[in-house]
């Protein structure tokens, strides 16, 4: 069984202030990485892939990845109301599938 | 511009009756999936297909079946639905080749009484 563990939530972070999630999965050979956000009754919506060990940066996220230590994470800089969701964290585990970790919600407070 | 999209995007049925939802899709991709999403249980796979007539089983597939006829639909049918199928629905897809990032579609809401 393939696993994608994530930190338990919920995640209430200050306005401003940077969001931290934190995601571990089982299978060392894993190649790919990503981060969904979702809405409260939205579908997913893909923020974030990552490949290769280290920092990906896009705008006020960043992706970092440890695959020696089986780990990704997601940082989000100067939070905003706007980025209070549930994250996703899924990795490819073989061909084409993604298995999906539990989500965190974060909460941004004004 | 190319999009994934989902109908009926709420469906009340009653137990035993057939369901069939809707999954289209117009970027030409080759992978499609199939999801529920309930609480305590995040996201888990039902079927995927990784081309025309190719289709394949995921982790809660009993219930379900799919058929792939063309590049642009995967529905998904429930034989006889039960009320343990009462969930949110939702379909992806992802080009396969280059990528492997997955884009989903809006959801339906089944309820099953």
């Known amino acids: 069984q393939k696993e994608v563990e994530q930190n338990s939530g919920p995640l209430s972070v200050p306005e401003g202030a940077i969001a931290s999630l934190n995601c571990t999965y089982s299978?060392?050979?894993?190649?790919?990485f990503f981060w969904y956000r979702q809405y409260s009754g939205k579908s997913p919506e893909l923020i974030m892939s990552i490949y290769s060990n280290g920092d990906k940066e896009d705008g006020r996220f960043t992706a970092q990845l440890n695959k020696a230590s089986q780990y990704v994470s997601l940082l989000i800089r100067d939070s905003q109301p706007s980025d209070s969701a549930t994250y996703l964290c899924a990795v490819r585990f073989g061909d084409y599938k993604l298995s999906f970790g539990a989500g965190t919600t974060v909460t941004v407070r004004a | 511009d190319a999009e994934i999209t989902q109908s009926p995007r709420h469906k009340i049925t009653e137990t035993g009756r057939q369901v069939t939802l809707a999954c289209h899709q117009t970027?030409?991709?080759?992978?499609m999936f199939w999801y529920r999403q309930d609480l305590g249980h995040g996201l888990r796979l039902i079927h995927y297909s990784y081309g025309v007539q190719d289709t394949n089983k995921g982790e809660v597939s009993d219930g379900y079946s799919v058929s792939r006829s063309n590049t642009e639909d995967l529905p998904l049918t429930l034989e006889s639905a039960a009320s343990s199928q009462t969930s949110v629905y939702f379909c992806?897809?992802?080009?396969?080749?280059?990528?492997?990032?997955?884009?989903f579609g809006p959801g339906t809401r089944l309820t099953v009484t």
């Open positions: 992806a897809s992802s080009e396969g080749t280059l990528s492997y990032e997955q884009y």
């Open positions: 299978d060392r050979g894993s190649q790919s």
């Open positions: 970027w030409n991709h080759n992978n």
